[in-house]
């Protein structure tokens, strides 16, 4: 267990800290990333949905900024595990034929704008931080 030192009521006292290391700390870890992935790319689908019915046309775009928002919020690899979802996802809701996973050219060639989506968000999101002079992980 690490510690840190809290200071109230001009007094010190000792907090314990879950050690980062520990196998519950990684599971939890795990556990609030597939959150995030979820919590970005189900909303997604709802949105991408509703305007596919108001315009005609899904808003495919918007899993880019999706797969964006999970890789600069908890890193590439989570980020690479969301680019599979919403590949999925597109392929499953929103890629005639509906309702069933095809996994065909058209895709592949989705998937690979995503994921190129991801990687230039990354980039900018470590040339921010850098630029600010915060440490990058």
């Given at each position: 267990m690490?510690?840190?030192?809290c200071?109230?009521n ?5 907090i ?16 609030n ?6 919590a ?30 999970v ?15 919403a590949?999925?996802?597109t392929?499953?809701?929103?890629v ?5 996973l095809?996994?065909?050219q ?11 989506g991801?990687?230039?968000a990354?980039?900018?999101y ?6 600010s ?5």
């Open positions: 690490s510690s840190d030192r200071h109230r001009n007094e010190y006292r000792r314990d800290l879950p050690d980062p290391t520990s196998p519950r700390a990684a599971r939890l870890n795990r556990r990333a597939a959150k995030t992935i979820v970005w790319i189900l909303p997604t689908s709802a949105i991408v949905a509703i305007i596919e019915v108001v315009v005609g046309v899904p808003p495919l775009i918007l899993f880019v900024l999706a797969i964006g928002g890789t600069t919020s908890i890193g590439p690899w989570w980020g690479l595990l969301s680019l599979f979802a590949t999925l996802a392929d499953f809701f929103f005639h034929p509906t309702l069933t095809s996994l065909d058209t895709v592949m060639n989705l998937g690979l704008k995503y994921f190129f991801g990687v230039v990354y980039c900018v470590r040339y921010t931080r850098r630029a002079g915060l440490n990058t992980v």
